[in-house]
Structure formats: structure tokens, C-alpha cells
């Protein structure tokens, strides 16, 4: 990244001057892969010909807000912080409330599984979405209470927890498949829709 940065932003990009600013926007910037050292890169934008401005989406934690100072000693920061309410948790038990009604069960045992989720969910609704595919997939009463143990409140965390769920799944036909759907959804230039995803499966895995 750092080579790709330099040679087509710092040594094409920012030589050049398009006469108005550019806005960039970037969201989740928590969930990247190396949130510090994306945000170190940003560094080089006062050197840049064209002005840029950045709209940077994130939650909050200890590494990045220590980035966003260090930033700060380089460019003007501005930062705005949610509010102490949750905007999105009414929004978020709704969802839940609504899975719960399709789930068997006891009355206590669907509430204590949403306040389980409410409490963790931290605003994220990808999070609850995965939890709640998980916990509607479990067949006991045990299973749902293991999987509320287990299930990491962390977003990366949990998308480890499903990889490894994939490389140890016991049907090998099942590994494959795994395989050849990740290839061909990372590498292709645009996504695919299940059509053509079906066609690009279809010599390997023509049923």
C-alpha cells in the first residue's frame, strides 16, 4: 500500500492542480487492516498542489485517537463525537425484536438473547446481523447460550472466527466451494451478481 500511495497519490496526484478541492470520504477506518499506518500516510496531504478534504468515519479507540493527535501536528483535525445517545440502538432492537419472533423459545429466554445483543452491540449492525444468523442457526437452548459465550464483541475478531469456521468445516466439497467463491469475489474488478457468479463456478461445480 505504501508503494502503491507513493507512486500514483504523492508522485502523480498531488503534483497536479485541478483548480478545486477534492473530497474524500472513508468510512469504517477501525475496521481496516491497519488503521494507524493508513492514517499516517495522510501526512503527505499539506504537501499535496490540489487541497484535499477528508471526511474520516470511525469508532473510537485508544490507537487511533493517539494517530489522529499525531495527524493533528501535521494538518488542521477537526473531530465530532456521537452524542452519549445511541442513534442507532432503536433501530438495532428493532431488528432484533423483529428475528427473535421467528425464534423458538421461552418469552425470558428471547429477551435475555436481546439484551445479550443490545449490550454488545455498540451501534454496529453488521455485528448483530452475524450474531443473529448464528444464534437462529443453533437448535437448543445450550447451543444459543455457547454462542452468545463465544461470539467475540470485537467485528475482526468475529470475521476471524468465521474463516476458521470455514477451514475447519468437516465436508472438504464444502472447503472448496469456500475457495473458489472467495477467489472469484476478490478479484473481480466489480462485483459479481449470483448469476454471473454461478456461471464463473459452473465448470467446476456444474450442479
Known amino acids: 500500500i505504501l508503494f502503491i500511495w507513493q507512486k500514483v497519490f504523492e508522485s502523480i496526484l498531488f503534483e497536479m492542480d ?53 495527524l493533528s501536528g ?13 442513534h442507532n440502538s432503536v433501530d438495532i432492537q428493532l431488528l432484533v425484536e423483529m428475528e427473535m419472533k421467528h425464534m423458538r423459545g421461552t418469552g425470558g429466554l428471547k429477551q ?47 470475521y476471524q472466527r468465521m474463516e476458521t469456521a470455514i477451514l475447519n468445516n468437516p465436508r472438504k466439497s464444502n472447503r472448496v466451494l469456500a475457495k473458489a467463491l472467495f477467489q472469484w469475489t476478490i478479484c473481480a474488478r466489480r462485483s459479481l451478481t449470483l448469476l454471473e457468479l454461478s456461471q464463473a463456478l459452473k465448470p467446476e461445480f456444474p450442479d
Open 18 to 70: 485541478l483548480g478545486r478541492p477534492l473530497f474524500w470520504i472513508i468510512d469504517a477506518v477501525d475496521e481496516s487492516e491497519s488503521p494507524k499506518a493508513l492514517l499516517e500516510l495522510f501526512r503527505a496531504l499539506p504537501r499535496s498542489r490540489t487541497t484535499v478534504r477528508l471526511l474520516i468515519i470511525s469508532r473510537k479507540t485508544e490507537p487511533l485517537s493517539l494517530a489522529f493527535d499525531r
Open 74 to 86: 501535521s494538518m488542521h483535525v477537526d473531530s465530532v463525537e456521537k452524542d452519549g445517545h445511541d
Open 112 to 158: 435475555q438473547i436481546t439484551q445479550n445483543i443490545m449490550h454488545r452491540a455498540s451501534g454496529n449492525f453488521l455485528w448483530v446481523r452475524l450474531v443473529l444468523e448464528e444464534i437462529l442457526s443453533c437448535h437448543t437452548e445450550e447451543a444459543i447460550q455457547e454462542t452468545l459465550e463465544e461470539i467475540p464483541s470485537d467485528i475482526s475478531k468475529l
